[in-house]
Every structure is written in structure tokens, then in C-alpha cells.
T-cell receptor, first 111, second 113 residues
Framework: DAGVIQSPRHEVTEMGQEVTLRCKPI?????LFWYRQTMMRGLELLIY????????DSGMPEDRFSAKMPNASFSTLKIQPSEPRDSAVYFC?????????FGDGTRLSIL | QQQVKQSPQSLIVQKGGISIINCAYE??????FPWYQQFPGKGPALLIA?????SEKKEGRFTISFNKSAKQFSLHIMDSQPGDSATYFC????????????FGQGTTLQVKP
């Protein structure tokens, strides 16, 4: 079975540009999570959805970040405008209760 | 605020030795206590997990020891191998249907040949 699929794997863009990260969860899973990983802050939960509905977005750093889940098989995390401090690895994970299965992440570099 | 404290931050072990990583938590509303393993360039992957009604769980060379009264649980890797070199996270799960995890800071393990 295919795992969680994230795209792109790497993204390099200039400050001020819009960035869109994509995630395809495992088929049948009803929860989806977006995480950010940095050396300084470790793994932080940004937002999670249950049955396509955002349940907790308290980890979203600011209004420049937004996430959507239009259907059970697709989610996006958007940063607009991007800043150098947004550089990190962004992970998507999905689950049906337990456990969470992670994708291999998108390494984002904002110049 | 829920807090999870993991130690040590890094660990170097000789091949064949025992690696021990500890995790302390404050919130008593966790209902599952997993350890995740992460290799460079990959996402975290579930390694082993324990429920709070069990004091120890062993899967191959990996063992979780759980001390509910002390609010601590630890990961023991017996006969450590170079292939075990990775970052390990404790990530206790909140007692809700959504499975929200609270990740520790991570421990980078290096096993020397």
C-alpha cells in the first residue's frame, strides 16, 4: 500500500513568494496532521483535520499560513508571503485513530 | 500546557551496547506512549508503543519500560547496531479519537562499529 505522499520533496523560493505544499493521505484514514520540524523547535504540530474538518489550528504560526482539506484524499499547506524563518521540513501524517503514518516531508528553503 | 521532556539530547554507543533514552511527561491524560524513529531525509516512523496499563513491552531488541507513578517511560535498545543510528522521539498520545501526539525534543543516537 502507498504511504503518505508529499510533494514537492524540495522547494527553494525567494522571500515573499507563495508556497504550496501538498499531501495525499493513506486511503481510508480520517485524520490528517501537518507538522513542521526545525533544529531549534523540533517537531511542532501546526494543524490537524478530522474527516476533512480543521479541529485544531492553534499551532499555525501566523496568518501567513493556511491549510485546506477539500476532500479525504488531498490537503494543502500554503504560506503567503513566505519568509526566511519559514525554512524547515514540513511533514504530513495521517491516521485512522492510531498510529500516525508520516510522509517523507517537504524540505522548504526560503532565500 | 502539555510538556514532554526527553533525555539525553544525543547518545553515542558502541556496537553491541545498550542504548537508553528517557521521556518524562506531565499530562496524565495520555493514553498511549509510543517511540518514533527517524532516519535522515525520512519522516518519523512508529517503532514501538505501550499502553499505560502495562509496565513493559518488548519487541525484538527494543523494549519500553513504563512507570506510571513517576510519569516516565524509556526506550531500551539491546545489542545496538550501526543501523539503529537515527533520531528517536517519544510522542505520548492524547486520549481523544483524533490521536494527537506531543513530541519530545528528540535524541540523536550514534552507534559506532
Amino acid at each position: 500500500d502507498a504511504g503518505v505522499i508529499q510533494s514537492p520533496r524540495h522547494e527553494v523560493t525567494e522571500m515573499g513568494q507563495e508556497v504550496t505544499l501538498r499531501c495525499k493521505p493513506i486511503s481510508g484514514h480520517n485524520s490528517l496532521f501537518w507538522y513542521r520540524q526545525t533544529m531549534m523547535r523540533g517537531l511542532e504540530l501546526l494543524i490537524y483535520f478530522n474527516n476533512n474538518v480543521p479541529i485544531d489550528d492553534s499551532g499555525m504560526p501566523e496568518d501567513r499560513f493556511s491549510a485546506k482539506m477539500p476532500n479525504a484524499s488531498f490537503s494543502t499547506l500554503k504560506i503567503q508571503p513566505s519568509e526566511p524563518r519559514d525554512s524547515a521540513v514540513y511533514f504530513c501524517a495521517s491516521s485512522l485513530g492510531w498510529p500516525q503514518h508520516f510522509g517523507d516531508g517537504t524540505r522548504l528553503s526560503i532565500l | 500546557q502539555q510538556q514532554v521532556k526527553q533525555s539525553p539530547q544525543s547518545l553515542i554507543v558502541q556496537k553491541g551496547g545498550i542504548s537508553i533514552i528517557n521521556c518524562a511527561y506531565e499530562n496524565t491524560a495520555f493514553d498511549y506512549f509510543p517511540w518514533y524513529q527517524q532516519f535522515p531525509g525520512k519522516g518519523p516512523a512508529l517503532l514501538i508503543a505501550i499502553r499505560p496499563d502495562v509496565s513493559e513491552k518488548k519487541e525484538g531488541r527494543f523494549t519500553i519500560s513504563f512507570n506510571k507513578s513517576a510519569k516516565q517511560f524509556s526506550l531500551h535498545i539491546m545489542d545496538s547496531q550501526p543501523g539503529d543510528s537515527a533520531t528517536y522521539f517519544c510522542a505520548p498520545k492524547g486520549s481523544s479519537n483524533t490521536g494527537k501526539l506531543i513530541f519530545g525534543q528528540g535524541t540523536t543516537l550514534q552507534v559506532k562499529p
